[in-house]
């Protein structure tokens, strides 16, 4: 049973920086796809960034509102993997979910063009605020 949690979420001045945590139990976590999403109130969710697996050699890909702000990684050893965001604004202001796919077409779905489909697996979110 895919099981992700997101921590780190919480308030920051724009122009701060968060680190957002998701960690995931019950698969094998360094064959999945790991993506953030975030969805702000009224507003349909949308990608963020998207770090492959290792068949996929990790490659990475960002929404271009986030491009040279935040940065995902990975690390296999601790089923994690983190989203740097840095000078934050606020419109970054959403609920950030984390999610996971395995088979290849979900893969190219969420991560070269962050399509939500079926087979992704989700966190429950963490809430970023970005206020002054």
């Known amino acids: 049973q895919v099981q992700l949690v997101e921590f780190g979420g919480g308030l920051v001045q724009p122009g701060g920086s968060l680190r957002l945590s998701c960690v995931g139990s019950?698969?094998?976590?360094?064959?999945?796809?790991i993506a953030w999403f975030r969805q702000a109130p009224g507003k349909e969710r949308e990608g963020v960034s998207c770090?492959?697996?290792?068949?996929?050699?990790?490659?990475?890909n960002y929404a271009d509102s986030v491009k040279g702000r935040f940065t995902i990684s990975r690390d296999n050893a601790k089923n994690t993997a983190y989203l740097q965001m840095n000078h934050l604004k606020p419109d970054d202001q959403a609920v950030y979910y984390c999610?996971?796919?395995?088979?290849?077409?979900?893969?190219?779905?969420?991560?070269?063009?962050?399509?939500?489909?079926?087979?992704?697996?989700w966190g429950k979110g963490t809430l970023v605020t970005v206020s002054s």
């Open positions: 770090i492959n697996n290792n068949d996929g050699a990790g490659k990475t």
């Open positions: 019950g698969f094998g976590w360094e064959h999945h796809a």
């Open positions: 999610a996971a796919v395995h088979d290849a077409l979900s893969v190219q779905a969420m991560c070269e063009m962050f399509r939500i489909v079926d087979t992704i697996s």
